[in-house]
């Protein structure tokens, strides 16, 4: 059960960022509507590895992480146009 709560975390957390990462256009609200911006972009890290080997909750979240392969399909994404590097 905690291996299968893991892999839901994690793959939950790829694709929140993968859509997180697809362009967006959105309309502007009129003039009339309040609107407040808190923030024009928010970036936060994806952990697929675990610099520190004694912090056991890291070294869990990233257990069966394929490091090489989410590397390489994103890359692959961007040089396919799927996706846009910043």
């Not at 790829?14 to 024009?40: I, K, T």
């Not at 912090?55 to 390489?72: G, L, M, P, S």
Request: proline share 3%.
């Amino acid at each position: 059960m905690k291996h299968l709560l893991s892999s839901f975390t994690f793959i939950t957390t790829l694709l929140l960022s993968m859509v997180g990462c697809h362009d967006r256009q959105h309309a502007l609200p009129s003039s009339n509507d309040q609107m407040e911006l808190w923030a024009d972009t928010i970036i936060y890290e994806v952990l697929v590895s675990n610099p520190d080997p004694s912090n056991e909750w890291e070294t869990a979240k990233v257990k069966n992480v394929k490091q090489r392969q989410i590397i390489d399909d994103l890359f692959a994404m961007v040089y396919n146009g799927k996706k846009k590097g910043i």
